[in-house]
């Protein structure tokens, strides 16, 4: 993952179990094991420049999150995780009841934008299909899951641990740039 630019912890894992034989699911790491072992990879390895790449794109995102204010932008994923490098893409949560409103809104300004599915699970029984959007701005990749409004009080279930995604108002990504990148 740190060197191939997956970002997919299942893709990464059957990789991984393949190039070492192993067919037992039960053998693999845990999503939580591969994010440990990702930052401390990157720390040890990689360190000023995944440091870089986390700092430019958490700036993106703040001024992609004021963009998008009317959709109430919640910032997820590795970007917000902290193992963001050159290869991660801003991932975004936006929310609105008509899913059209976010394709105007990136046509109406000039976006092209390329759109894609994602299934998301919403709790422990319902999942569904988001349209995603897809494009670069300031050669970093963006990725705008489209959300009902309902989901601003509760977040998708994240694959990591079967709990509530962790995500960030702006406000919030503004106070994390100002703690762990304001010393830089």
Known sequence: MAEGGIHDFHA????????LGIHD???LPRNHEIEEALREYQRL???????????????????AMGFFERFSPRLVGPVLEG?????SAVALHVHTD????????????????DSRMRR??????????????????EAITFELTVLPEASLRQAPVSTMDDRPMRRASRSQLEQLIALEHGAD
């Open 120 to 137: 998301l699970r919403l709790d422990r029984q319902r999942t569904g299909d988001f349209d995603v959007w897809v494009f670069a701005a």
């Open 45 to 63: 390895f990689v360190g000023a420049r995944q440091t870089d790449a986390l700092r430019e794109r958490r700036a993106a995102a703040l001024r």
């Open 98 to 113: 008509d899913p059209g409103s976010l394709a105007r809104f990136l046509d109406d300004h000039g976006i092209p934008a």
């Open 25 to 27: 699911d039960a053998s």
């Open 83 to 87: 193992t963001a490098d050159a290869h």
């Open 12 to 19: 990464a894992k059957l990789k991984a179990a393949s190039r």
